[in-house]
């Protein structure tokens, strides 16, 4: 089945322990992006991907950082967190190459830092 | 900088009965994208309905279709024969042409649409 998964779906944490949400997909899809999601807000970009060693920043990129070593990995990697960071964070993939920019969403993963 | 409204943020209606979400967005571009998601209290995202910025014609999917109004900047959301199971948040999101590469959606704050038996 063609999809896009992440670990943990749920994690509570404590301030300024590291922690690593992955995501993968299976369909060999060059493009993919973290989201967070936050009440009120809707979703707004933190990083992207390209292609492998590809990365860029998006609206929201403090604190977080990226990497992506294989074309189906892009884990989420925060170093210090803090309870700013507590949201329901998305990963998100598209095959790119010229559209329809059509993007698939992972389960989502509800981080707390308390 | 792109933005989205969604000035609705909560909508009922009853089964089977038609509705519409509004959604107006705010840009420069000539070229882009625009979507619907659902997300059901699963948290999943599910794409409903895209839409080309270059087509007129509307997008319809089933019982989605959308009103695309370029000159006005609206992008509205009518949800035919509504059933239970389109009980969810609704995000409108644009997409400006990425031919630098970000396919960045720029998401709306959500309408939440409750269908009553």
């Known amino acids: 089945e063609a999809q896009v998964t992440q670990n943990p779906r749920y994690l509570i944490t404590v301030t300024g322990k590291k922690l690593t949400v992955t995501c993968s997909q299976n369909m060999n899809h060059e493009y993919m992006s973290w989201y967070r999601q936050d009440p009120g807000l809707g979703l707004r970009q933190i990083y992207y991907s390209m292609n492998v060693e590809v990365t860029d920043k998006g609206d929201v990129p403090e604190g977080y950082k990226v990497s992506r070593k294989e074309k189906r990995n892009f884990p989420l990697i925060l170093e210090s967190p803090s309870p700013n960071q507590t949201s329901l964070y998305f990963c998100a993939s598209s095959p790119s190459a010229g559209g329809p920019y059509e993007q698939y969403f992972g389960p989502g993963t509800r981080l707390t830092v308390t | 900088a792109q933005t989205v409204t969604q000035s609705q943020p909560e909508m009922s209606v009853q089964e089977a009965e038609t509705v519409t979400l509004s959604c107006t967005y705010d840009t420069s571009e000539n070229n882009y994208y625009l979507f619907w998601y659902k997300q059901p209290p699963s948290r999943q995202m599910i794409l409903v309905i895209r839409?080309?910025?270059?087509?007129?014609q509307n997008a319809t999917e089933n019982r989605f279709s959308v009103n695309f109004q370029k000159a006005a900047k609206s992008f509205s959301l009518k949800i035919s024969d509504s059933q239970l199971g389109d009980t969810a948040m609704y995000f409108c999101?644009?997409?400006?042409?990425?031919?630098?590469?970000?396919?960045?959606?720029?998401f709306g704050t959500g309408t939440r649409l409750t269908i009553i038996p």
């Open positions: 839409q080309e910025a270059y087509k007129q």
């Open positions: 999101a644009f997409m400006r042409n990425p031919l630098f590469g970000n396919e960045k959606l720029t």
